[in-house]
């Protein structure tokens, strides 16, 4: 069976795209890594992509806030294209830096602030997938992942609108960073663009686990990376 291209944006700072290549990997897709500045010389390369990832890291150091100089640069130089690509059908995922660059760029609802704590912040955090419209979480069951970011607060004006028309995908068991209603991941109208904070790339293997050597690791979130190419591959069958 033909395996999904899977087009990683990577940009100057970007730390995660290695791990997220890996998941994709082993998610049965065919990852590859772009820059950004060869993604504006060369646009024409999405059409060989069946899904994008825009992975985590510090894009442009965060010099003018978190995923702002990534946002401006995908938004007004591809924004059109990866329009265009969501409205096909092809679906987009943003973790972390990727998920601030998303909604930057307008292409997710709400915004994200500093961390309630005003600290940086890195531990493990158990997700529970919503009833949702969202692709990459159906049929998920609860999973680990770990989080690492100091503007992770995810903020927005009406969530009982949000939630009602099915676009809270994930939420925090318990919520490390303050984030309205406990929110980790929202997807946009469509079910195929979804953002999240924590790092589900990060434990896709058991071992990851910190409490691995207790046999206790819970799921994995190699299930989340699988259920978007899943739903990649059949755009290569049709």
């Known amino acids: 069976m033909t395996r999904p291209t899977a087009l990683i944006v990577a940009a ?3 730390n995660r795209d290695r791990d997220v290549a890996t998941a994709l990997d082993l ?6 890594t772009v820059l950004v500045d060869e993604l504006l010389d060369r646009p024409r390369v999405l059409d060989d992509a069946q899904l994008v990832i825009v992975p985590g890291g510090f894009s442009h150091a965060d010099a003018l806030g978190a995923g702002r100089m990534f946002a401006l640069t995908l938004a007004l130089r591809v924004g059109d294209q990866l329009r265009d690509f969501v409205d096909s059908g092809r679906p ?12 930057r760029a307008g292409l997710l609802p709400g915004a994200l602030g500093h961390n309630e704590s005003g600290e940086f912040q890195c531990e493990w955090v158990t997700l529970d997938p919503q009833p949702s419209r969202c692709i990459w979480t159906r049929d998920l069951a609860p999973f680990d992942c770990p989080i690492a970011h100091g503007e992770g607060r995810y903020v927005h004006p009406d969530v009982a609108a949000l939630d009602a028309a099915g676009q809270v995908a994930l939420r925090y068991r318990t919520n490390p960073n303050g984030s309205i209603d406990s929110i980790a991941g929202v997807c946009d109208g469509s079910g195929l663009v979804l953002g999240l904070m924590p790092h589900p790339e990060n434990h896709i293997l058991r071992r990851q686990h910190p409490h691995a050597r207790r046999g206790s ?5 190699l299930r989340l990376f699988e259920q978007g190419v899943r739903h990649a591959a059949e755009l290569v069958r049709c």
């Open 92 to 103: 987009v995922i943003g973790i972390c830096n990727g998920f601030q660059t998303l909604v």
């Open 27 to 32: 998610a049965g897709a065919d990852p590859r």
């Open 12 to 14: 100057p700072g970007t």
């Open 217 to 221: 690791t819970g799921e994995l979130g």
